[in-house]
């Protein structure tokens, strides 16, 4: 801290950073008294493999079937990203945060609609 009493946080981006995508988060609260946040992204499964018709020169034709590990239900599969183990006050504090970029973002979207 300086001696005016403030104090400059500067950002820098650590070796692991990473951006990710989220379709949602799952947790709780943890033996320890915290809260995890396990974010993830939801996406159709990839399948075991597809297998494709092939024409003559070696062309690749018209898909004929595709392999899922559960060929009768394909599902969605839900990749755990990242997982955010905070306390109940930090993450108020996230939540609160989130909550005012979200209406940020609806006002700014609501006011690019008035002005098309």
Do not use: C
Request: charge should be negative; charged fraction near 25%.
């Amino acid at each position: 801290m300086s001696d005016d009493g403030r104090i400059t946080y500067r950002y820098v981006q650590a070796a692991g950073y990473r951006r990710i995508p989220a379709s949602g988060v799952w947790g709780g609260i943890t033996p320890d008294g915290n809260i995890i946040a396990n974010f993830f992204v939801d996406a159709p499964e990839i399948p075991l493999s597809i297998t494709h018709e092939l024409r003559a020169g070696g062309v690749l034709g018209e898909e004929i079937s595709r392999d899922y590990q559960q060929p009768d239900s394909p599902s969605i599969e839900r990749s755990l990203e990242v997982g955010v183990v905070m306390s109940a006050e930090r993450a108020r504090s996230v939540g609160q945060w989130l909550l005012s970029k979200a209406e940020e973002l609806e006002a700014a979207a609501t006011e690019q609609g008035e002005d098309d």
